[in-house]
């Protein structure tokens, strides 16, 4: 089944030094674009991290320091890949909660700052779990029938995420074939930052997700206690939770 699309939707996958999107970096990114007319590209890239991988994560992977020691960084390849996936939706697998977050913080960190929260998000795992409780290797070879040689490889996982969300769509009839409602329907939470730190309320008001002022909207809390901003700012947050929490700040006192 092809997908039905509006505009160009990029299916990507991260292998990383670790899980902590604050902390840890890119080694490897591989994309699969597919334009609305069918066309298909594809790009894999190995990146230097600048930091080391740990040897219980290159046991995950199998990509070494020596492996990326040559390669550029991923601020040398920002603007490339921005290029690649300007005005493209977004899809993956466990792409919300992390493939997206960590792919901001390093946008970020390369001051490359792409507005990614206007784009829609389609996380396969998530519409995987919804309707069978598996892993990325059960997903392809359940909706596939195929076993997924060198997982954890970014071009193999990517290329497989893609066929498991057009096996998903023929599977489940339920399921639209249309960019925003799989976006909808796969998303978990109701982020304002990807780390979902703060989120909206029912209200649509944003509230902070943790802390002393769990609950509280965000732009009350920094006008009765400023100091709490300096705090975040000051602590180990995501940059994006950082940018959030500073528009808001800032749309506060446009308004006084």
Known sequence: MSLNLKNPIVFFDLETTGTDIVSDRIVEIAYHKVYPNGQEETKSMRVNPEIPIPKSVTAIHGITNEDVANCPTFKQI??????????????????????IPLLVEEFLRADVDIDLMKRKFVDVQVIFHKMEQRTLVAAYKFYCNKDLSNAHSAKADTMATYE?????????????????????????????????????????????NFGKYKGKPVAEVLMRDLGYYGWMMNSDFSRHTKKVLTNIKLRGLKKQ
């Open 164 to 208: 498991v969300l057009k096996a998903q769509l023929e599977r489940y009839p339920e399921l639209k074939n249309d960019i925003g409602w799989l976006s909808k329907f796969t998303a978990q939470t109701n982020n304002v930052d990807f780390a979902g730190r703060i989120i909206y309320n029912e209200k649509g008001e944003e509230i902070f």
């Open 78 to 99: 920002a603007k490339e890949l921005a290029r690649d996936i300007e005005g493209c939706d977004l899809g993956g697998y466990n792409s919300n909660r992390f493939d």
